[in-house]
């Protein structure tokens, strides 16, 4: 049973297009992130929910609106998709408000790559 | 051997050898930081973390040591197998604020 699973796992869309990424979380954390992986592997966080409401939106472009229906779920839509939109998007959880006490850190999913043409 | 600039550092091992990758962190006020291997087509997965009342902590095969004067944090694995070929990344956190990720270092095992 996959902990944190994203879907889907490619996408490949044009220029301007509106595209949605789902990420649902089964570990019961209260905590869940984008995060932003570009070409040289950089990870960047972009958002952070706790128990469904926004917590950080770290200088990222409205086009990028973050949803999250319930603490098990947090979805990312981009609207008027750009070439620089490019990237592996991972979701995330963690068991407490941003602090890791839990030992483990953050439960990553295996990413979504967005390819923009 | 290292390779630095445009692209990952990457650092070459034999398999049986013992590998250290090394990550400088960028803020003094970071208390927690954890070690993430990030194999091909996968998300990170926690390797092993340290809190910086610790100098070093031990795992299974892998150790961790925290230099604080100089904002250090290093990843030891002895007896680097193939399996253990992928990008490596140092995070660091404080109190409410969400992990922020170093570089990332390419660990390649030559068999």
């Excluded at chain 1, 999250?68 to 068991?95: M, R, T, W």
């Excluded at chain 2, 990952?8 to 013992?18: H, I, K």
């Excluded at chain 2, 927690?32 to 092993?48: C, T």
Aim: charge should be positive.
């Amino acid at each position: 049973d996959t902990a944190v699973s994203q879907t889907p796992k490619y996408l490949v869309t044009q220029m301007g297009n509106d595209k949605s990424i789902k990420c649902e979380q089964n570990l019961g954390h209260d905590t869940m992130y984008w995060y932003k992986q570009d070409s040289k592997k950089f990870l960047k966080i972009m958002f952070s929910y706790n128990n469904k409401e926004l917590i950080i939106n770290e200088t990222v472009p409205n086009r990028f609106s973050p949803k999250s229906p319930d603490k098990a779920h947090l979805n990312l839509h981009i609207n008027s998709l750009e070439l620089g939109d490019s990237a592996v998007y991972f979701c995330a959880s963690s068991q407490e408000l941003l602090r890791t006490r839990a030992s483990y850190g953050y439960t990553f999913g295996s990413g979504t790559r967005l390819t923009v043409v | 051997g290292e390779s630095v600039g445009l692209h990952l550092p990457t650092l070459s091992v034999q398999e049986g050898d013992n590998s250290i990758i090394n990550c400088a962190y960028s803020n003094s006020a970071s208390d927690y930081f954890i070690w993430y291997k990030q194999e091909s087509g996968k998300g990170p997965q926690f390797i092993i973390d340290i809190r910086s009342n610790m100098d070093k902590r031990q795992g299974q095969r892998v150790t961790v040591l925290l230099n604080k004067t100089v904002k250090h944090l290093s990843l030891q694995i002895a007896a680097t197998q193939p399996g253990d070929s992928a990008v490596y990344f140092c995070a660091e956190n404080r109190w409410e604020t969400p992990l922020v990720f170093g570089k990332g270092t390419r660990l390649s095992v030559i068999a």
